[in-house]
């Protein structure tokens, strides 16, 4: 039941944004280094055009995260910054699940300018988390882009009233400046949202398989850079974060779009993946989304069997419980 409640509560928030305009190793190689390592590209693509998001991307700045310069002899307050995930559609529902989403605030001395800078979806959380099965293509296709986006001011309202908006430091303009230009090259080599990170159980010794990318790591990441900086960070309260966890026993390496969906004698298995995203379509009504629960329950939980997409390509994890939770959990700063 409990995996039930908690699949229940991440499917919503899953389906409900998904969205889209259109409405080379052997197989048996398994890793040899756990986690998997994220693989960074050496500059971002062009995003296809069947992707469009619901709700359009960076609206209020800079899409391509740049920033502007400041003086070096500035004084910038950095801020903690953390609401609900959707909380604009659904107030503190997501919330009530510790389901959230982390930004930093910055606020300049000289200029008196407030900043907010964080990393998310292009297409809403939803397509990275799941494909859209199309009808003239084989493999599963995906808008799985995330990026960070910068823009002037922070919403104190909104990461104040079901969050947090916490002063954490003091950084000068030249420790900005550099923070700056290391945020443009980690935008365009690390673009793809990762939404699980895999371990083989709960406890505190477990192996983890695959880590997450997604906005609270993009916050650690900046953290850790300000600190090699020479940043002083510190909290009043405890800096916890939310995290997304599967729980398998080691995985297999199946293959990637070419090499599964390419070849006649992998269709048994390219059947298999397409069948276990199909339960995860987007739009469904209410009676299909109630068999597409009991689907996934049988799947995951009865087969033990899950498809994971990573680094673009597909991994088969063995299914332990507790099998899924979200976690809010501490995470120093550095």
């Known amino acids: 039941m409990r995996f039930l409640l908690t699949l229940l509560c991440f499917t919503l928030d899953m389906l409900s944004c998904l969205y889209v305009r259109a409405h080379t190793r052997p197989l048996s190689q398994q890793s040899s280094r756990w986690p ?39 004084s910038i307050s950095v801020y903690r910054l953390q609401a609900p995930v959707w909380e604009f559609k659904y107030g503190d529902l997501m919330g009530k699940f510790h389901i959230m989403h982390d930004a930093i605030g910055f606020s300049s ?13 292009l297409f809403q959380l939803g397509n990275c988390t799941f494909p859209h099965l199309r009808a003239n293509a084989s493999a599963p296709f995906w808008c799985n882009q995330g990026a960070a986006c910068f823009f002037e001011g922070v919403d104190d309202v909104h990461w104040s009233q079901n969050g947090t908006l916490e002063k954490i430091g003091v950084i000068t303009g030249d ?16 673009i793809y949202y990762e939404t699980w990170t895999v371990r083989s159980d709960p406890g505190p010794n477990a192996t983890v398989w695959f880590e997450s990318f997604d906005c609270s790591q993009f916050v650690h990441r900046t953290y850790r850079k300000l600190a090699d900086l020479g940043a002083k960070l510190s909290s009043s309260s405890p800096t916890k974060y939310t995290k997304v966890y599967l729980y398998s026993g080691e995985p297999t390496y ?17 059947a298999d993946i397409q069948k276990f995203y199909y339960t995860f379509r987007p739009h469904q009504s209410y009676v299909d989304f109630a068999i597409s629960l009991v689907d996934i329950y049988e799947k995951v939980v009865v087969h033990k069997n899950f498809y994971l ?21 501490e995470v120093p700063l550095p």
């Open 109 to 121: 001395a000289e200029t008196e300018s407030n900043y907010t800078m964080e990393w998310y979806e």
């Open 309 to 329: 997409y990573y680094n673009s390509e597909y991994w088969h994890l063995p299914m332990k419980p507790p099998y899924m939770q979200i976690v809010y959990e």
């Open 175 to 190: 420790m900005f400046n550099d923070m700056a230009q290391w945020v443009q090259e980690d935008n365009q080599t690390g």
């Open 254 to 270: 199946l293959g990637n779009d070419s090499t599964i969906f390419g070849q006649p004698s992998m269709k048994d298995l390219a």
């Open 36 to 74: 998997v390592p994220y693989r960074r590209v050496d500059e971002r693509p062009d995003v296809d055009s069947y992707c469009e998001a619901l709700y359009p991307f960076c609206p209020n700045g800079d899409r391509d995260g740049r920033i502007p310069y400041m003086r070096d002899t500035d």
